[in-house]
C-alpha cells in the first residue's frame, strides 16, 4: 500500500507564493494520476490540479495561470506550486493518488492535509 504524506502549508500574505509538496512511500504496481484537492470550512472538497503518469495536467478554473503542479514518477513526488496567492484560496490541501497496488484494483490514496491559510 502506499501512503502519501504531504508538507509546505502555512501562513501566507496574498500575492506570496507557497509550495506544497507530496511524498509517496510504499509499494504498488503503478501510480497512476496524482493530483491535488482541497476543502475550505463549510465547503465541499474540490480538485485543484492534477497530473496524470504521462504529465497531462488539468487544473481548476480559478487557479490557472497560478498553480502549476509537477510530479517526480521516479521519485514518487507531486508538488504543488501557488503564486498570486489570493484569500479564496485558504484551505486544507490534500494530496491524492490512484495507484495500481500489486494484486489488487486500483484505489485512491489520501495524504493527511496541510493548511493553507492566505490573510488579505
Known amino acids: 500500500q502506499v501512503r502519501l504524506v504531504e508538507s509546505g502549508g502555512g501562513l501566507v500574505q496574498a500575492g506570496g507564493s507557497l509550495r506544497l509538496s507530496c511524498a509517496a512511500s510504499?509499494?504498488?504496481?503503478?501510480?497512476?494520476?496524482m493530483g491535488w484537492y482541497r476543502q475550505a470550512p463549510g465547503k465541499q472538497r474540490e480538485l485543484v490540479a492534477s497530473?496524470?503518469?504521462?504529465?497531462?495536467?488539468n487544473y481548476l478554473d480559478s487557479v490557472k495561470g497560478r498553480f502549476t503542479i509537477s510530479r517526480d514518477n521516479a521519485k514518487g513526488t507531486v508538488s504543488l506550486q501557488m503564486n498570486s496567492l489570493k484569500p479564496e484560496d485558504t484551505a486544507v490541501y490534500y494530496c491524492?493518488?490512484?495507484?495500481?497496488?500489486?494484486?489488487?484494483?486500483?484505489?485512491?490514496?489520501w495524504g493527511q492535509g496541510t493548511l493553507v491559510t492566505v490573510s488579505s
Open positions: 510504499g509499494v504498488a504496481l503503478a501510480i497512476n494520476t
Open positions: 497530473i496524470s503518469s504521462g504529465g497531462n495536467r
Open positions: 491524492n493518488a490512484d495507484i495500481t497496488p500489486l494484486g489488487a484494483s486500483n484505489l485512491d490514496v
